[in-house]
């Protein structure tokens, strides 16, 4: 990566200074001492891939704009030297957290460059991440009402009810759930006596039920990446992309993926992708 580094480096800059140099220098001892060179290389590659076959690839955005390294490598395009963004936002070695680089491509070319990784590293090595739906307020009322075969007309009735806020206690207001309504919004209490059994009946396993999971989906953009078939690792399941398509997912999801030793790689879909890098790219021109 060293190698590639400082190729970059002379690409960006023409002749670097010395302050160039040592930032750079610095930047690749961080990466090297807190194991993250093979991380920054499979970026490399995968955006690589993407701008050698025509696909768009965003700028960069968040704390990855601020590292030299990311710059050089061109996995982004934006200087942190000239607008003077902080290397230590991204990555510190006084505060561990692994590195996060939100890689945007657009929407057709994004399962290109999914594909070709998939190809690359092993179908095996390779997983989506899951997602789990929880039984939201409104919703578990719903479910349980038609469960308990309380007619639509109630069940709607009953899910209106829940407050989009409730009367602030003690200076702050209190999360929206069901205990929470029943205890502070006099509407919703008073369903406890209403002289349907079943109201009431649908209320208190409602309660019950609520936050529990509903459902399961795919992550919309995350992606492991693994050295060893994923399934040494974390178990994993089939689930439905947005296109309908079986692809395999972890059943860790995005939250916890991290304490299993796996990193989190972020391909992000834009439609408008195509036209931002024609704007950015005359803006930048006309900068020049």
């Not at 700028?59 to 590292?67: L, V, W, Y």
């Not at 396993?205 to 936050?211: P, T």
């Amino acid at each position: 990566m060293q190698k590639l580094c400082y190729e970059g480096l002379e690409k960006r800059y023409g002749d670097p200074s010395e302050e160039l140099k040592n930032r750079l220098s610095y930047e690749l001892e961080t990466i090297h001492q807190m194991g993250y060179v093979d991380y920054f290389l499979i970026v490399w590659d995968f955006i690589k891939y993407a701008k050698d076959h025509g696909i768009s690839v965003g700028p960069g955005r968040g704390s990855a704009a601020g590292s030299i390294v990311s710059y050089c490598l061109e996995i982004t395009t934006i200087d942190p030297i000239r607008y003077q963004l902080l290397f230590e936002r991204f990555l510190n070695p006084d505060r561990i957290s692994l590195p996060d680089i939100d890689v945007d491509f657009d929407d057709d070319g994004r399962y290109r460059v999914l594909n070709y990784v998939t190809e690359k590293y092993g179908a095996d090595k390779v997983a989506h991440i899951i997602t789990y739906t929880t039984m939201a307020t409104k919703q578990v009322i719903k479910d349980v009402a038609k469960v308990m075969q309380l007619p639509l007309q109630e069940s709607n009735r009953l899910a209106k009810l829940v407050p989009e806020h409730l009367p602030e206690v003690n200076g702050s207001e209190p999360k929206i759930n069901i205990p929470n309504c029943l205890k502070y919004d006099p509407a919703m209490r008073a369903e406890l006596q209403n002289p349907n059994p079943l109201v009431p009946k649908v209320l208190d396993f409602s309660e019950r039920l609520e936050g529990n999971k509903r459902n399961t989906g795919v992550h919309a953009c995350g992606v492991i990446i693994g050295r060893d078939p994923i399934t040494d690792w974390v178990p994993v399941s089939t689930a439905k992309d947005p296109d309908g398509n079986t692809v395999i997912t972890t059943q860790y999801e995005g939250s916890v993926i991290e304490e299993t030793g796996m990193i989190k790689m972020d391909f992000l879909g834009l439609r408008t992708l195509s036209i931002i890098t024609v704007s950015y790219t005359h803006l930048r021109a006309h900068e020049t």
